[in-house]
């Protein structure tokens, strides 16, 4: 009977790093996922437990599962909810060796990519919108759509330089929120004049977050007025591109003291968006 209800919940243990039906979660570095998933099975992976549970909150359909052995009665609710997929059980080492890093949360999910958006589809409605210009660390980008989700940002809007946001990574980071904000990232031809073009068209004022001479700081209370406000964020090492800066309506610098020039992308971010979206 035990043995009965085991196959029926798809609960298979699996003792072979070899095993074919554990294809997507072999050697799960950034490179080889992109390559292998968005270029063919259109799948990421999601990994935690609190990830999962936001993704499939959201819609996301859920393929197939690995879970550490010594954590499949604590993710026996996301087991019910993915529904009927195949559960991978295996023991603790043998999974970091197959996945190719250390496994800390216990749990992954191979997962449909949702459908990608278009730039007007994203902005219908949105008053508050961040803009990302080549953003390559998934960390960064993961840390960007925590706070985004979480500080008033409507949507978000890529470079074609960026990272992405489904990659295993910035899922984990983001803790989910990635699934639960409207994102896109532009085309080539289209970045970055018309894509400020289409801003400016539909009322966006453009705000960029950069050290120039003219930055007005963030405290400024003319920054509010606009009811529509586009925050543009740059690369970790360069910050932002002369002509996305030339082509903006204002800089934006936070005020800092001690003599710190600047905070990461990740910590400024979240600061610009309390100030302008949050507390607006």
Not at 23 to 33: A, E, N, S, V
Not at 55 to 82: I, K, T
Not at 148 to 177: E, H, Y
């Amino acid at each position: 009977m035990a043995g009965k209800h085991v196959e029926s919940m798809a609960i298979i243990k699996v003792g072979s790093l070899d095993d074919e039906r554990l294809i997507d979660y072999k050697d799960l570095t950034d490179h080889p996922l992109r390559t292998r998933f968005e270029d063919g099975r259109s799948l990421m992976i999601v990994e935690s437990k609190i990830a999962l549970e936001v993704a499939l909150d959201e819609g996301v359909e859920c393929v197939s599962m690995l879970v550490d052995e010594r954590r499949l009665e604590a993710c026996a609710h996301l087991r019910e909810r993915a529904g009927d997929v195949p559960v991978y059980v295996m023991g603790h080492d043998a999974m970091s060796r197959l996945v190719g890093f250390k496994v800390t949360r216990g749990v992954l999910a191979a997962c449909r990519r949702p459908r990608s958006l278009g730039l007007e589809e994203v902005l219908e409605g949105a008053s508050h919108v961040c803009v990302a210009e080549d953003l390559v660390d998934v960390s960064n980008i993961g840390a960007l759509f925590r706070s985004a989700a979480a500080l008033g940002v409507d949507a978000l809007i890529l470079s074609p330089g960026c990272a992405s946001p489904l990659s295993r990574r910035a899922i984990r980071v983001s803790m989910g929120n990635v699934f639960k904000i409207g994102w896109t990232q532009a085309e080539e031809q289209l970045w970055p004049a018309a894509c400020i073009d289409v801003l400016h068209e539909r009322g966006f004022a453009c705000y960029a977050l950069a050290l120039e001479d003219d930055a007005a700081s963030l405290a400024d209370r003319d920054l509010k007025n606009p009811s529509k406000r586009a925050l543009f964020f740059g690369n970790e090492m360069g910050g932002l591109t002369r002509e996305v800066l030339d082509l903006c309506d204002r800089h934006v610098i936070i005020p800092m003291s001690r003599k710190v020039d600047s905070l990461n992308v990740a910590a400024s971010s979240a600061v610009a968006f309390w100030e302008l979206f949050a507390r607006s």
